[in-house]
């Protein structure tokens, strides 16, 4: 990761960081409305059934994303969420603070959630769902994101 140190005119400069603070910007407390069940009866394909997740052996996976020079490198967040949902008030929080380490260090943050909806996708974060029936379901769908997005830090 870069360096800390960086002055005004760089910063103001980086596209990345700039979409960072526009995170920032737009993170608030306000939820949208989950409106589903008003629409469930006029669409059929609003039901409830989920998909079936279906991952390839690890073994056959690349065993590191390979990156270009204007890649940034990625941190992973690795959300408590898998009995339920964070709160909006924790959501816009966390958002918040992701965003500016993502300013700090120059990097892209990535959420894992075990929500279909884990709070941060209005913020403009990349949310990947974690899928899988058992525990080593779930962990081998982590390792799998993790080499996807080349992520070494999982916080």
């Known amino acids: ?12 400069a ?3 960081a700039q979409d960072w603070a526009a995170i920032m910007v737009r993170a608030s407390i306000v939820s949208p409305i989950d409106i589903d069940q008003l629409l469930e ?4 394909l609003a039901c409830k059934q989920h998909g079936t997740a ?3 052996t690890l073994e056959a996976m690349p065993v590191m994303r390979s990156f270009e020079s ?4 990625a941190i992973g967040v690795l959300l408590d969420d898998e009995d339920r949902r ?4 924790q959501a816009h929080l966390m958002a918040t603070r992701y965003a500016a380490l993502a300013i700090e260090k120059e990097c892209e943050v990535i959420i ?4 279909n909806n884990a709070g941060f996708e209005r913020f403009g974060f990349r949310v990947e769902r974690i899928a899988g029936k058992t525990e080593s379901d779930r962990a081998a769908c982590v390792e799998q994101l ?6 070494d830090i999982l916080i």
């Open 54 to 56: 279906v991952f390839p």
């Open 146 to 151: 993790r080499r996807f997005w080349g992520i």
């Open 86 to 89: 964070l709160s909006d008030a």
């Open 70 to 73: 204007k890649d940034r490198p």
């Open 112 to 115: 894992f959630s075990h929500q």
């Open 14 to 16: 980086d596209q990345n």
């Open 41 to 44: 009866n006029a669409n059929g």
């Open 1 to 12: 990761m870069h360096s800390s140190r960086r002055t005004d005119e760089s910063f103001l």
